[in-house]
């Protein structure tokens, strides 16, 4: 196939969650799933252990199943709590959610986020795959110091080289994580073994229109230090446009 992105700056820049625009009626080939899969293993892996498995559920009935587990952690923990009398304020999404105002007042971003947020819920499986990534080192419950970053730090630079793949083929995803309130239910349904360990459910399907925009991040600047905390990294930000190409010599 003739991919749609191959300047990297670009993918890198307009790579999106992607929860609104998921076109759930365009049929997705198994082997271009399997295309980005196999790109996402290039990534760095700790001690080179390769510890990842990733589980590809196409089956109506499955994804059904995995939708309804979804959708109730969904209302639980997210729609049932911002519909509270606390609102923004409740203990199960406070400290969750960017661009609150101290009154609960959502900014608009945020608005469009939790929007985005009740759309897939209501309709992730229709998505023609969910992609659902684990673990099979030590879980980090039972291991030493260290345990818990080896193992999502080796397995989230696979699921983010994962989405870029897909966004350069013109299919998108966003990393999800309320089905691990089911987790066990999940596990049972699948039959993932005891020790494997879930990180995410990636809803897999072409994207409606491919227009992505670079996103508005805070500055590099405001966000990084240089030798000390607090003493900021004295960069300014470039046009996107301007970062490639140039010689640093």
Known sequence: MTLPFTDLNHVLTTTRSVRLRLDYDRPVPLDLVGECLQLAVQAPTGGGAEDWRWLVVGDPALKAELATLYH???????????????????????????????DGTVSARTARILAGAEHLARHIGRAPYLVIPC?????????????????????YPAIWQFNLALRARGLGTVITTLHLHHAAAVATLLGIPDGAVQITMLPVAYTIGTDFRVAARRPVHSVSYLDRWGTALPYRDKPVDRLTGEDHR
Do not use: F, I, K, Q
Not at 75 to 98: F, I, M, Q, W
Not at 135 to 155: E, H, I, K, Q, V
């Open 72 to 102: 109730s952690a969904y209302r639980t923990h997210v729609h049932e709590p911002l519909h509270s009398a606390a609102g923004t304020g409740n203990d199960l999404v406070r400290g969750r959610l960017g661009g609150v105002d101290a």
């Open 135 to 155: 673990a099979t080192r030590p879980d980090p419950a039972t291991g030493g110091p260290g345990t818990n970053s080896a193992l999502y730090g080796s397995l």
